[in-house]
């Protein structure tokens, strides 16, 4: 997500971070790639014009002049404008009553039906709700089968009545909802290719009928600029409450997320990170304009972190690493848990500081696997007691797990250089080796 152009930004802002005066001369180069980096991510120009403008005005002002690391000044001013141009803070879902009903409109292929999964599984995951899907598209071959195909996959009800009327749905749906208790109901509407007069009557209706708290349109981001027109086309008939971007993972260029709430006033509330049902995160102005800049994302990787791993499991691995108890079957399971945040490259570029030749390593999950392989390959003593591998035991793990005795020594030596790292935490020992 914004990687192209986070890393043009990160290069032009660089050259301004020596400086130990920052002057209307040395500022303009910095300013010119800028502005080019936000062009060429298809950010709308009289945003960019106004950005650029406010950057430089206060650049130039009396805090940065009297700072003793005026580039680091620069850095946070671009950085604070970024937020602002995201919309300042957060915008949580709006709640009220059971169950809160939250409507997904958008156009055909935005990808609103996966959405309604997503959006359920987070409910249920983060804030231990009960959700109810409800279909009522009743236009779109197989829309139906799809929702109730997510529900089944997800384990989440879904409410249809075939290809009846989508109004009586949605209102039969609600009423449902509360008869059987209900937390949230989300209603997954009908899309067209184009926006058109009976498109909108029918979410009118649908909007005076149930009354949602929230009217989220699903865009795709890799439409670009094109995303403000849907936007503005939904909005102009539609009372919007907010947006969500889908393929922010793709190779789209950032520009749509960068435009919207600045053009349309619509805040974004959650966006599409990857094709899994589990990939959708809350949009947060402050964490997105960070990881543009360079500067990690800690809170959504702590985030992550808590959601996938048990706190008790982690707590007793803890305390044996600190014992010297820490053996095999605790690596295992710790591992286990680690492939549950997802792809270790994607966690690797919320690390704050981490060096831009890290961000593009690639992390092969067969490694992984060989690892549990192998590991698994050994009798229960032999993971608690990893001291009694001796040569005949290692070949007889490698056959096992279709791998290498150096694979299996490989491990081995890097288990124990883990277990003399953490003694060296436990005495206050330890030295970073730079």
């Known amino acids: 997500m914004f990687e192209s152009l986070g890393d043009r930004l990160q290069s032009a802002i660089n050259k301004i971070k020596g400086y130990g005066k920052i002057t209307e001369d040395n500022i303009s180069e910095v300013?010119?790639?800028?502005?080019?980096?936000?062009?060429?991510?298809?950010v709308n120009y009289k945003v960019v014009k106004e950005f650029i403008s406010n950057v430089k005005e206060k650049a130039l002002g009396e805090e940065v002049a009297k700072s003793l690391k005026p580039g680091e000044m620069f850095v946070k001013i671009v950085k604070d404008e970024l937020v602002e141009l995201l919309g300042g803070e957060a915008a949580p879902l709006y709640t009220s009553g059971k169950p809160s009903i939250l409507m997904l409109v958008g156009l055909q292929g935005a990808g609103k039906t996966t959405m309604i999964g997503k959006l359920g599984l987070m409910l249920r995951k983060k804030h231990a709700k009960k959700p109810l899907l409800v279909a009522c598209d009743v236009?779109?071959?197989?829309?139906?089968?799809?929702?109730?195909?997510?529900g089944r996959e997800l384990n989440i009800p879904v409410y249809d009545e075939g290809k009846g009327n989508p109004i009586d749905i949605a209102k039969n749906g609600v009423n449902y909802a509360k008869e059987n208790g209900f937390d949230y109901v989300l209603l997954d509407t009908a899309g067209r290719l184009h926006i058109d007069e009976a498109l909108m009557d029918e979410l009118n209706n649908i909007n005076d009928c149930v009354k949602p708290n929230e009217i989220l349109l699903v865009v795709d981001s890799m439409t670009g600029q094109d995303a403000i027109n849907v936007i503005e086309g939904f909005n102009s008939s539609l009372p919007l409450t907010g947006a969500i971007l889908t393929k922010m993972d793709g190779d789209t260029r950032g520009g749509a997320a960068l435009s919207i709430r600045h053009l349309t006033n619509i805040p974004i509330k959650f966006v599409g990170v990857s094709e899994k049902m589990d990939g959708i995160e809350a949009f947060y102005p402050d964490r997105i304009a960070t990881r543009i800049l360079g500067m990690g994302d800690i809170m959504t990787m702590l985030e992550k972190a808590e959601e996938a791993i048990d706190q008790d499991e982690a707590m007793k691995a803890a305390k044996k690493m600190q014992s010297g108890k820490f053996d095999l079957e605790d690596f295992l399971s710790q591992m286990k848990q680690i492939k549950k945040l997802g792809p270790l490259e994607n966690?690797?570029?919320?690390?704050?500081?981490?060096?831009?030749?890290?961000?593009?390593?690639?992390?092969?999950?067969?490694?992984?696997?060989?690892?549990?392989?192998?590991?698994?390959?050994?009798?229960?003593y032999e993971r608690r007691h990893p001291e009694v591998l001796k040569a005949t035991r290692k070949q007889r793990i490698a056959k096992g797990s279709a791998r290498?005795?150096?694979?299996?020594?490989?491990?081995?030596?890097?288990?124990?250089?883990?277990?003399?790292?953490?003694k060296q935490f436990k005495n206050g020992n330890f030295k970073l080796p730079f």
Do not use: C, W
């Open 139 to 150: 236009y779109r071959p197989a829309a139906i089968d799809q929702l109730k195909q997510i």
């Open 347 to 380: 966690l690797i570029k919320l690390i704050p500081g981490i060096p831009k030749e890290l961000k593009s390593v690639k992390v092969d999950p067969k490694d992984m696997a060989h690892i549990e392989a192998i590991i698994l390959s050994m009798t229960p």
């Open 404 to 422: 290498s005795v150096e694979e299996v020594n490989r491990l081995l030596k890097q288990f124990d250089q883990m277990k003399t790292m953490m």
């Open 31 to 42: 300013t010119r790639e800028i502005r080019l980096a936000l062009l060429e991510a298809d």
